[in-house]
């Protein structure tokens, strides 16, 4: 007979059993495959992309056996131009010899300063994309060099020719000479469909320690952070706590699957900061590296408006009755620019551009960035509620933004305005006719028509939107505001449930400066007694 404890003992012995069989299965299902390498270059570059796999690789000692030889440190040599070492431009060693030799002469006798043009040298990280020498790392890793110097994992030295660069984004292509022997390549993945929480590998050579490897998660995607020279309309950042250090800049973010889904670019050190850093999207450089290869710069594509500032927010959906808070909003086409051309104007939503649907302003300026000049986008808009369709043909983003900034703009004429002029509130605004001092200041025209904001509440719904004094509203709900009058008729009848469209001009001296922003607000809903 067996007793209630012998049927207890024998449970516990089948549980360990599947345990153990289970565990050789799942251990088993997650051993790491031969990572795939780069095909052999062609025109324009081949590279490999990772293998899909239904689950991601787990041992991690296993990824960074692989991918360390496709490692590679990045040495930058910039000689100074005549008379540019301690005057002029600074030099980037000054806070260091300051820090450890604080009573160092400042007179000019410092030993340092006998080589008037001694160079400066920069310390990077890269990785190799291709069997037969290209590398990618970070643009300001190799900014102003006279040499570049590649190290790889086997200790070897090569110079390197920088093939292009991208400031923009912070990129740069490199090529090194592989001897008619393939070299170790990295897999480049899809960093579209990380998700956050995802683990990653951060490999490089901080602080000329050698290959380094940090481990994180991403903690975050589409992080529009000031980096360098880049282009904030254009790019954004994935952002790790997997430890990045001075060095690391252009070496590999890699994904569980062994695939570079990132590459290291800045860290945040202010304020206390800890475990915050941010690496380029692969897909990023991806998008570019064939004009890089062919052409050694990136030409991007222009479309011609700027959009609603704080994009489509609840108010603003409400206002147009949209099913969702995605697309855009355009607030001002530029003239003769590919977009006013193709028909669209200032209040058309745009929802699809090529059939695909936008998310938000950084989506849009992304798909059209990812497009060159010369290319024919189709937009699908949304136009007092009906479904507008155009095509546009893209132009070349820099050279068009170049010719806004330079364009001169008409000179302002000042009239005499009445010497008293009246104020109304509303909507938790305060505004008053345009007076001489303010249209002189603005660059506005005698006949140009709108009210001056000289007051938005603190509490107010205007105040937490953007709203703020010194713009000039001109349109309430698209009808035109030009007096206190029309103000007064405009704000009288308001339904206290629905948003409130307010058009804003923000001046400045030339017209070019001159913007024009909607904003949605609700009205003020009356306190019950």
């Known amino acids: 007979m067996v007793t209630s404890r012998g049927l207890g003992f024998l449970a516990l012995l089948a549980v360990i059993g599947v345990s153990i069989v289970f565990g050789m299965i799942l251990g088993g299902s997650l051993s790491a495959p031969d990572l795939a390498l780069a095909a052999p270059q062609s025109t324009p570059i081949r590279l490999a992309t990772a293998a899909t796999t239904s689950a991601p690789i787990h041992d991690l000692a296993d990824i960074v056996e692989v991918a360390l030889p496709a490692v590679v440190s990045v040495r930058s040599t910039q000689l100074p131009p005549e008379g540019e070492s301690g005057e002029g431009k600074p030099d980037p060693r000054e806070e260091f010899f300051r820090w450890f030799f604080p009573d160092a002469p400042e007179d000019g006798a410092d030993p340092r300063r006998e080589a008037p043009r001694s160079p400066r040298m920069g310390e990077g990280s890269g990785f190799i994309i291709s069997p037969d020498g290209y590398i990618l790392t970070n643009y300001h890793v190799v900014e102003d060099a006279t040499s570049v110097k590649v190290r790889l994992s086997g200790g070897k030295e090569q110079i390197a020719q920088i093939v292009g660069t991208d400031h923009a984004i912070d990129l740069a ?5 592989s001897a008619g022997a393939d070299l170790p390549t990295l897999p480049l993945g899809n960093s579209d469909t990380l998700r956050v929480g995802e683990w990653v590998i951060a490999i490089g050579n901080p602080h000329e320690l050698g290959q380094t490897v940090t481990v994180g ?12 020279t880049t282009d904030g309309g254009v790019v954004f950042f994935l952002q790790t706590d997997a430890a990045i250090n001075f060095g690391n800049s252009g070496g590999p973010l890699i994904d569980a699957r062994g695939s570079v889904i990132g590459i290291n670019t800045a860290i945040r050190r202010m304020n206390f900061a800890e475990g915050i850093g941010f690496a380029l999207p692969i897909n990023h450089a991806v998008s570019v590296i064939g004009q890089l290869r062919d052409q050694g710069y990136v030409k991007r594509g222009y479309i011609g408006i700027s959009m609603n500032q704080q994009g489509i927010d609840d108010n603003a959906r409400d206002y147009y009755g949209l099913p969702d808070n995605e697309g855009v909003v355009v607030e001002n086409v530029t003239a003769e620019g ?7 104007r ?36 949304l136009r007092d509620g ?28 000042t009239e005499p305005e009445p010497d008293t002029p009246s104020r109304s509130e509303g909507l938790g605004l305060t505004v008053e006719p345009i007076n001489a001092a303010a249209r002189k200041a603005m660059g506005l025209d005698p006949d140009f028509r709108g009210l001056l904001v000289v007051d938005v509440g603190y509490d107010t719904d205007a105040f937490e939107r953007g709203m703020r004094p010194d713009m000039i509203l001109t349109a309430v709900n698209d009808k035109k505001i030009g007096s206190i009058a029309d103000w007064d008729r405009a704000i ?15 001046a400045g001296p030339t017209e070019t400066d001159r913007r024009t922003l909607f904003f ?10």
Do not use: C, F, Q, W
């Open 386 to 413: 009906a479904t507008v369709r155009v095509e546009a043909t893209l132009v070349d983003r820099g050279a068009a933004l170049e010719e806004i900034t330079g364009r001169p703009g008409r000179g302002s004429k």
């Open 217 to 228: 998660v991403i903690s975050g995607k589409d992080r529009r952070v000031p980096v360098g």
């Open 338 to 344: 590919p977009a006013e051309k193709a028909g669209v």
């Open 346 to 381: 200032a209040g058309d939503i745009i929802r699809r551009v090529d059939g695909e649907k936008i998310r938000d302003n950084p989506d849009l300026v992304a798909k059209i960035a990812a497009h060159k000049p010369g290319d024919v986008v189709r937009l699908e808009m």
């Open 520 to 529: 949605y607000v609700r009205p003020a809903v009356p306190a019950k007694e």
């Open 492 to 506: 009288r009848d308001l339904d206290s449930k629905r948003p409130v469209k307010l058009t804003v001009t923000l």
């Open 173 to 177: 292509l490199l090529k090194i000479d």
